[in-house]
């Protein structure tokens, strides 16, 4: 019998109805934000450098994430700027 984290592990890895590039990225916000009380507080450049993808990619690859309910993005702002993003894994 597995446990439920492993089990939501191989969830993501055999998703099919999500890009690799989503797969891991998510795996690493998951890890991530196991050191932090489930949240992650990267930026989307912190992952383009550290996957040395596009920005692009990465936004477009958060935004499948949060379509397919594995994640759950909140923003909050300073007038026009942005203060601070986390990323809450959901899985």
């Known amino acids: 019998m597995q446990t439920p984290q492993l089990d939501n592990f191989l969830d993501i890895l055999h998703d099919s109805s ?3 590039k989503a797969r891991l990225i998510y795996l690493d916000i998951k890890a991530e934000s196991q050191l932090t009380h489930g949240l992650y507080y990267g930026t989307d450049k912190v992952l383009a450098a550290n996957f040395n ?3 692009e ?3 477009n690859a958060l935004t499948e994430l949060e379509r397919s309910e594995y994640i759950h993005r909140e923003t909050k702002r300073k007038g026009l700027d942005i203060a601070t993003r986390t990323i809450t894994p959901l899985k």
Do not use: G, L
């Open 53 to 55: 993808m596009a920005r």
């Open 18 to 20: 999500i890009s690799k």
């Open 57 to 59: 990619s990465i936004s």
